[in-house]
């Protein structure tokens, strides 16, 4: 078994933020949620779609202002606030790739942002997962009782595979 120890607020925060983004600009084709692997105490992760990609004008003011696109809901503050509480923990967000759909390359459009948030794997052996998962769930109660978020949550191992998870068609 693997474990996944980190701020689960700020995870859950960042990647239903992003991948609700990408739920807006793809209309049909994938969004994906990607583990890339773990880089000096930090775990990267990326939520990459086919949909129609971010406009230059956009992209470049997308974490410098509220930037809402004119045909979602919204008010253009959830990218702002993911890389701000990112930043207030030690990770990042960025804007990693983007094309724009045009109508000679309809098939390769697409965003790509990425996220980086402090934390680590932890590989158990089998005996010792059910240990780990009595722990957690002590400290999830714990927490619940003094209202501080979960530093660590268990994930199935397909999780830290590199190879990517479709989310949507």
């Known amino acids: 078994d693997v474990f996944l120890r980190i701020d689960m607020y700020m995870f859950k925060h960042i990647a ?20 890339l692997g773990e880089k000096n105490g930090s775990l990267e992760f990326e939520v990459a779609d086919t949909g129609r990609g971010i406009p ?17 809901r919204g008010v253009g503050l959830g990218l702002s606030s ?20 045009t109508i000679e390359d ?19 052996r089998p005996s010792e997962a059910s240990l780990l998962q009595q ?10 009782e003094t209202s501080k978020s979960t530093p660590s949550s268990k994930l199935p191992s397909s999780h830290y595979s590199k190879s990517r998870k479709r989310i949507c068609h």
Do not use: M
């Not at 239903?16 to 583990?35: H, M, P, V, W």
């Not at 309809?106 to 794997?121: D, K, Q, W």
């Not at 722990?135 to 619940?144: E, G, I, K, N, Y």
């Open 82 to 101: 993911c890389k701000v509480f990112a930043l207030c923990v030690g990770g990042n967000v960025w804007l990693e790739r983007t094309k724009v759909c």
């Open 56 to 72: 230059d004008t956009i992209a470049s003011r997308l974490f410098k202002e509220e930037v809402a696109s004119a045909d979602c």
């Open 135 to 144: 722990q957690q769930q002590s400290r999830s109660l714990d927490d619940a």
């Open 16 to 35: 239903n933020n992003l991948l609700s983004n990408a739920r807006k600009a793809c209309f049909k084709g994938s969004i994906t949620l990607s583990y």
């Open 106 to 124: 309809s098939n390769e459009s697409g965003t790509a942002f990425r996220f980086r948030l402090p934390g680590r794997l932890i590989e158990v």
